[in-house]
């Protein structure tokens, strides 16, 4: 599951109790505080001079984090422990927040793919977040086009890092669901938020939602995506 908690939440907005009513085997947080004492557990980064970080949380599981120099606080890696996961290679995961203010969301996200390249060699990768661009390829009749640069990234996810779109992949002929209602155009189905999974796991993917209700609406303006595999 990956799920942007808005500024940390608050105790008005407190997304806790039902992050993990849910019982993710993985939460990859953005703009998320420590996860209160419980049954989640694992590693957590904090933005500079901000309330809140990017983490990344399993159930009563440990993990080994990664460090990704020069995104600390946005981007949050871990290596999971092989005989825990059924996995054929080494398993590396990756919480995301891409942060603004390099030029572009799509050459920010370049430059993190490029930190993550090296960790990611031989590897069964998995990337989750919020990242400020389309997490999956957009129809020519959306609303919101995907523009060139955007196709040129979700291609090399592709190809270079042989990943797919879980949402894209369970839902390959309609239009991106909405995970993100900012206030001022809460109707525009943005589609930033999502998990890329690797292709080799197709036939495992049993589902890939956004979680909505007017609960969750309250909660945050972005919505949960939970992918499930076999």
């Known amino acids: 599951m990956t799920y942007n908690f808005r500024a940390g939440g608050s105790a008005t907005r407190d997304a806790w109790p039902s992050l993990v009513a849910l019982r993710p085997d993985i939460l990859l947080g953005q703009e998320c505080r420590r996860p209160p004492p419980g049954e989640l557990r694992g590693a957590w980064v904090e933005a500079a001079d901000r309330r809140w970080g990017t983490g990344l949380f399993l159930r009563e599981r440990a993990i080994k984090r990664i460090e990704i120099t020069g995104f600390e606080g946005w981007v949050c890696g871990a290596k999971l422990p092989r005989r825990d996961w059924l996995t054929e290679r080494p398993l590396r995961i990756f919480s995301i927040h891409c942060p603004g203010g390099g030029g572009s969301y799509v050459k920010t996200m370049h430059q993190i793919l490029d930190a993550i390249a090296p960790h990611a060699v031989g590897m069964d990768v998995v990337l989750g977040g919020d990242f400020n661009v389309a997490a999956g390829m957009r129809r020519q009749t959306d609303k919101v086009p995907t523009s060139d640069r955007e196709r040129e990234l979700l291609q090399r996810l592709k190809r270079e890092f042989k990943l797919m779109a879980c949402w894209q992949a369970m839902h390959p002929r ?18 930033c938020d999502g998990i890329f999974a690797p292709l080799a796991w197709r036939k495992r993917l049993e589902t890939c939602e956004i979680v909505s209700s007017p609960q969750w609406d309250k909660l945050s303006d972005h919505n949960p995506v939970v992918a499930d595999f076999s």
């Open 174 to 191: 309609q239009t991106l669901g909405q995970t993100l209602r900012w206030n001022g155009n809460p109707a525009t189905p943005y589609h």
